[in-house]
């Protein structure tokens, strides 16, 4: 998708010149790291579809050589050229690690006969190459386990690319979780699921093109593949630190940590190699309090006391750490280090963040003041690739005071399109604005100009100056973010601005998480998704009976709200739907024509058409929302105090 890419301004080249210079790049040991115990690569690392889609193509980051060129922040450079490094590494003997694959990565400890598998990547596609690539340098060795170690999909989109469904139904394969996985798992990717994968796309710049211009990684790793998400539920779930559990010989000792890079996720120790996976608790990098993507926010305060824990339970013998995602750390001593510096970031965030609030300032404010100390501030670790400081300054706030900074005049603001609309007004017009602009553009004030011209993008969009300047301005700032995920947003912003909308590339609401909601998730989905206005004047019933597990049910939609559960049982249904559990995603997905249900084992007793008036009211979002342009429905109760 060509961009026409732009040269970096002299303000830009400035600022990468400056940070050349104040941060410690003699420090090569991420790069020795990175780089141990490499086994093979895969030759070309890519990954195809049966139709021949390109999934996953690694080979887009080999201009990732060399200096930074001045369109890129060379803190991010560095980053990225460590995160593109790929193969199947030796951890340690026994212990296994297929890297630059995925966003993630997948870990293959060996047992007395098979293996178990720490993580699947996001997609069925991009975890068979990787246990391929294992099994060509490793040997056939059977999956006996797979740990989920958390509930964010590109740990478990991959798993039917390790086993079946029908290995784990039939005891071969165990499957383990933390607590809470499949409520987590399943609801992220649903209920707001539409609207995160959109943003999403965004933020891992999926639909960029590769380049010195362009998409460079995203910090926690390169971009996410784009190939089939899949999903088998757990056989065994975790609740307590230090439960432990052995498959094949391999003793594992766990950890939990909920609340923290997930809702549900835990950390597993090794015994018999002495190795930590820290799981996405510590990384080689600042990680996100509230994701771009959109997420609940997490708790940093609980994150630093889980790792506090974690060097108190094994910081005296752990010879290596891995993660989730990046490279290994090897040594005790460096382990705990590493481990105390991640406390120390997240702990210092929430403490002096909430130290602010406590003297009235806000979100924005604190992120302007907010400085960490110069011995975190030089831990390439401890870098804003993935979450900033900027942006988790405001999540810490969000998490403890909301939206609202307080400000009586934020109570009631217009909409974006009306604020713009009266901003434009008050500062002359359209051309004014875009001819002011112009001047802070020249004089490199890009966040200024980003902040005016979208206030002219949103009153006026068809205004060809604005647009190509706001670009042009985006273009700017995602060449100084050291964030990958900040470059990726500002350069998606830019591209279609100049190109159009991409659309989602990757949807993570795919059919095996849909399957695995439990009938009450199901409904509470169906019911996220009812057009209230539409379905106002509606009125109706549906028992649903599970023939497989003889639950009852009944639907209730009234007032624009869609209810279930047992207190709804004293009406006369106006249909009745007796239908297997496999079968009842069908009727979420819209499935109601005569010959559909028949096909899906659904049979509908009393006014069939009652299905059909469920399903007319229910709308299923929109995967290619506009976000840098105000191409939305008007909002018909602007103006109206409610």
Not at 15 to 28: G, I, M, T, W, Y
Not at 258 to 273: C, K, Q, R, V
Not at 559 to 587: E, K
Request: charged share 20%.
């Amino acid at each position: 998708m060509p961009s026409n890419p732009k040269s970096a301004s002299p303000t830009i080249v400035e600022q990468q010149r400056a940070l050349r210079e104040s941060l410690p790049f003699a420090d090569d040991q991420d790069f020795a790291d990175a780089t141990r115990g490499l086994i093979a690569r895969r030759d070309p690392n890519s990954v195809t579809a049966e139709d021949g889609r390109v999934l996953w193509d690694n080979a887009t980051y080999d201009f990732l050589e060399g200096e930074p060129p001045d369109t890129v922040n060379p803190s991010l450079w560095r980053q990225s050229k460590l995160a593109a490094i790929d193969g199947l590494f030796e951890v340690v003997p026994g212990i296994y690690q297929v890297r630059g694959l995925d966003l993630s990565n997948t870990t293959f400890v060996e047992g007395d006969e098979g293996v178990v598998v720490v993580d699947t990547l996001l997609s069925a596609e991009t975890g068979r190459a990787a246990l391929d690539l294992y099994r060509a340098h490793r040997g056939d060795r059977p999956v006996k386990a797979v740990i989920y170690t958390h509930s964010h999909v590109d740990h478990f989109g991959g798993v039917k690319g390790f086993v079946t469904q029908d290995a784990v139904d039939t005891g071969q394969v165990k499957i383990f979780a933390p607590e809470g996985f499949m409520e987590h798992a399943v609801s992220e990717n649903v209920y707001a699921g539409t609207a995160m994968g959109r943003r999403a796309s965004y933020m891992y710049g999926a639909a960029l093109d590769r380049g010195r211009t362009g998409q460079v990684g995203a910090g926690l790793g390169q971009t996410v593949s784009t190939g089939t998400v899949t999903l088998i539920a757990p056989t065994d779930i975790v609740t307590t630190t230090g439960d432990d559990a052995t498959v094949d010989g391999v003793r594992m000792v766990f950890q939990m940590a909920p609340d923290t890079e997930a809702p549900s996720e835990m950390l597993i120790y090794f015994p018999g190699f002495k190795a930590l996976c820290a799981a996405e608790d510590a990384t080689h990098t600042f990680h996100n309090l509230l994701t771009l993507r959109g997420a609940v926010v997490r708790d940093p305060h609980g994150w630093a006391k889980y790792l506090s824990e974690t060097i108190a339970l094994f910081g005296s013998e752990v010879e290596v750490a891995f993660a989730s995602h990046h490279w290994p750390t090897w040594g005790t001593d460096r382990i705990v280090e590493f481990l105390s510096t991640q406390r120390d970031l997240y702990a210092y965030v929430h403490d002096q963040t909430l130290r602010m609030m406590n003297h009235g300032l806000t979100g924005p404010e604190i992120a302007e003041q907010l400085t960490l100390p110069p011995a975190l501030e030089n831990t390439w670790s401890a870098r804003g690739y993935y979450g900033s400081v900027s942006h988790n300054v405001k999540a810490v706030y969000q998490r403890y005071l909301g939206w609202f900074d307080g400000n009586p005049a934020s109570l009631w603001e217009h909409t974006p399109v009306e604020q713009s609309k009266r901003y434009v007004e008050f500062m002359g017009g359209a051309d004014a604005v875009v001819a002011k602009a112009r001047e802070s553009f020249e004089a490199g004030d890009f966040r200024w100009v980003a902040q005016v011209i979208n206030h002219v993008m949103f009153a006026d969009p068809t205004h060809p100056g604005a647009r190509e300047l706001l670009a042009d301005t985006y273009e700017q700032l995602g060449y100084v973010a050291e964030n990958g995920t900040w470059r990726n947003w500002y350069l998606s912003g830019t591209t279609e601005l100049r190109n159009g909308q991409f659309g989602t590339p990757t949807m993570t609401s795919a059919p095996d998480v849909v399957a695995q909601l439990t009938p009450e998730m199901l409904f509470d989905a169906m019911a996220v998704q009812v057009d209230g206005p539409k379905a106002w004047d509606e009125n109706l019933t549906i028992e649903i009976t599970l023939t497989d597990t003889d639950s009852h049910y009944r639907l209730g939609l009234s007032n624009g709200v869609l209810t279930h559960g047992p207190h709804l049982r004293s009406a006369t249904p106006d249909a009745t739907v007796t239908t297997p559990s496999s079968a009842l995603s069908a009727l979420a997905m819209g499935t109601v024509s005569p010959d559909a249900l028949a096909d899906a084992g659904i049979t509908v007793d009393g006014d069939p058409s009652v299905l059909q008036r469920l399903a007319s009211v229910l709308d299923r979002g929109d995967p290619n929302f506009a976000i840098v342009t105000p191409d939305r429905p008007d909002d018909p109760t602007e103006g109206t105090l409610r």
